[in-house]
């Protein structure tokens, strides 16, 4: 899918420019304002993005259609922020606190991206219901119940790992593409259309541990596809459960 050459994120020429000192970083604690419900529906009517930086089972039980899901919890997230939304967007945060809200800016100060984020959601998800607003929920799914599906009745699996991940070790017949690569890149269109999957499938998307793969989800739901489950600790769970395995070459493995 990819040549030999790196991918390269969005975000790279903000970084760029700030190593360069063209950008300059914030030099003192940034601060995200508080938004009604109203003021966010405002904001993403005039196409900012929404970054839902809860766990991955908080986004899965409900979040705002669109919303791309961000882990704040993960040592990379305002890298990842950086790989999934384009270099010049603007950011509102959901968050389950405004507490973890000034994390996760003060975070993406790292980066330069604090100045792009208009504020976070007062209030959260259960402010954004309550305001009679559109929720969507994604399943989620452990490796037992996803391990019978496959026997039974043929549920896809998409795996959205990094290339040596998939190499150690994968379900048989699963998909592959690292999630990174369902988006544009700054060199690199998404490779998104090239999957093999259609809108209408049963997919259950898995990465490491279910972070990555509810990432790739909040794309792919952008993308139009309707039945998405979240693999519950994804592949270390699959291995802990003994089930069998690919390597690189096809061959059986056990880890």
């Known amino acids: 899918m990819q ?11 903000n970084i760029v420019a ?11 604690n940034p601060v995200a304002a508080a938004l ?27 979040h705002i259609p669109g ?17 999934m ?7 509102v945060l959901v968050t389950d606190s405004s507490e973890d809200a000034q994390r996760c800016i003060y975070n993406m100060a790292f980066i330069a991206l604090d100045t792009q984020v208009s504020g976070f959601l007062d209030g959260g998800m259960e402010a954004w219901a309550a305001a009679g607003n559109s929720v969507t929920s994604v399943p989620q799914i452990d490796v ?16 959205v790992r990094a290339d040596e991940e998939w190499s150690e070790g994968h379900i048989e017949n699963a998909h592959f593409m690292p999630y990174t690569q369902l988006v544009p890149q700054l060199t690199s269109p998404a490779q998104i259309d ?4 259609t809108h209408d499938q049963s997919i259950a998307v898995t990465c490491a541990t279910g972070k990555r793969s509810s990432t790739a989800i909040s794309i792919m739901l952008r993308h139009g596809y309707k039945n998405l489950y979240n693999v519950i600790g994804g592949m270390d ?8 395995m690919l390597d690189g070459e096809g061959n059986v493995c056990k880890i």
């Not at 961000?70 to 790989?83: A, D, K, N, P, T």
């Not at 939304?85 to 950011?91: A, F, I, L, V």
């Not at 090239?194 to 999957?197: S, T, Y």
């Open 3 to 13: 040549d030999d050459q790196p991918l390269k994120p969005a975000n790279i020429l």
């Open 18 to 28: 700030t190593n360069q000192g063209k950008r300059p970083l914030t030099m003192s």
């Open 36 to 62: 009604s419900p109203a003021q966010v529906q405002e904001l993403m009517d005039s196409g900012h993005y929404v970054i839902d930086a809860r766990s991955s089972a908080a986004y899965g039980q409900g």
């Open 67 to 83: 919303a791309i899901n961000v882990q704040m919890s993960s040592l990379e997230f305002e890298q990842r922020v950086g790989w």
């Open 85 to 91: 939304t384009p270099d010049d967007c603007r950011y």
């Open 144 to 159: 037992q119940t996803l391990h019978h599906r496959l026997s039974t009745n043929g549920m896809q699996v998409l795996d």
């Open 194 to 197: 090239q999957l093999q999957l």
């Open 237 to 244: 769970a699959w291995k802990k459960a003994d089930f069998p």
